[in-house]
């Protein structure tokens, strides 16, 4: 089902200069579709949107994890000292080091934790990825399931294949219907269709059944932990303390998951897709299908998404309008 | 005229990912449209790509400038070293120094000259602002031509009027049809219809009339010292030393300008905007062009917008399509 696409559009002098076409579904907790905008059906990749699903054999695994490893385990860290001393211990509980880490290597998304770096004369290390602590609990994952940690980013590896089977069980779609790519950290990127994929949200905002534990312990540890998931500055982390009972989620290519508790429609997931993958777009629209949804935008959340663009020298340049064609049912 | 949009495509796994719309204009050497795709009447900002028709009060009040300080007047360089020295040159010619400046301050955009202020804990100044080349250039512009330097930057000021004057005069629009903004440096930034910006490139291409001499020297400048029009790996620097005769400008939000003098078609202006602003596609659609218009694509062109994608392990993990479905005429 295709209904106009949401846009963010970024003026200047009264002018529209560049426009972000938008795609995004709302479930609620059966698992029925509430609302959206463009193209609910699109098959996109969460990215790291997944990974609050993709710690689940891990917390399935191990139920008495501490709720800080468990974060580090669905983050997209920063890679400040905070966050890097979270990942080395969850490291540790299975028995492996930085080189068991199949993620790569880039410098910390934190501007000051790189400028550190780059002051100490230091290369980062696959510690400083992103995804390392997510690639921390599988191996810890491998571990309590009884699985071999070697190749644990394969494909075929059972770790990989019981997530993907996860993604269709919870996403409520057929295996087939969950797509394999390649992530930017090596482990597979799931593509499936949009609203199944605010469907893992909605799961993750109203446990149920078998696996209500454990998508218990993952909410729980989110928004117990909103530093660890990202870092200072970045939206999961300045959002989640915002907005009661809210756990979100970024992906890359500006996809975005929240599970919300606290709505006057009670728990709902969210999943959005900006088409061209750009990220500015995400806040505008995380506050804007907040507030569509009957949430309060305080001035403190609107301060995550300025809608006043500023220039080098500090003056008012432009503006960012939201436009969300919300078709209900 | 509308067409369908161009479009660049990011895939992984063989499954789309993103998608950027694209906006497209070619115009002859008569100023006539001869192709387009998407939207060519699109009133949008190009940005720095105007920046060789904000350099023309300068090479017309001064026609013996050298063409190193010519080309940084027309530049958004990289702030190195070498960027820095031609603008302090150019400065001085008008007896102006870095105070003088109103562009506003920001890091290099170089990451190694970014680097090195890091490490020396030296704050960036504006020297190191990608437009303080125009600027400098401007404030020369103003003396040549017995203009104050005082609010040089202001809409109302003689050097921005004749500035706005230039761009209806060679985009062949009125001038009621060239919006005013402010820029990310405070001057104005102007927008106009894309294919009008197609034909600024075209009279870079094919200069004519009485701005003829000044147009050449702009051309020339930029084409003779492309390291200074932008710096280490970026498009315009990389492109213009492949491509006989091209002069080709970068704009923010993902515009882009080129002055093609050896096409089959003749001497050609090219101007393009990303729908969303994603400077990644900008490359892809450059070349893409170039191609359509019988320029020979060589593989050292093709590296500057490699069509396979890797991921933070160097694996192979997705792909960059072009589309651009161009109606000729």
Redesign the interface.
Known sequence: MTAQDGRVI?T????A?????VHLAVVDAAGQRLAHCGDADL???PRSSSKPVQALPLALGLPELPGDELAIACASHAGTPEHLAVVERLLARSGSTAEDL?????PPFDPTAA?EL??RNEAPTPLH?NCSGKHAGMLLACVQNGWPREGYTEHAHPLQVRIRELHAELGGVALDDV????????VP?L?LPLHAAARLFARLAAPAGPLAPALESVFQAMTAHPFLIAGPGRLDTTLMPLVPSLAAKMGA??FYGMALRNSPRGPLGIAFKV????ERARPHVALAVLEALGVPVTAQMRALAPATLH????????TVEVELPLVWG
Chains 1, 2 share one sequence.
């Open positions: 970024f200047r002098g009264g002018q200069e560049s426009v972000h076409a098959v996109t990749f199949r993620c790569g290597t880039h400028a780059i002051r990825h797509r394999r790519g390649t992530d930017g950290c090596s990127a593509a290519e500006a088409q061209d993958g750009g220039n080098w020298a500090g003056r008012d340049v432009g």
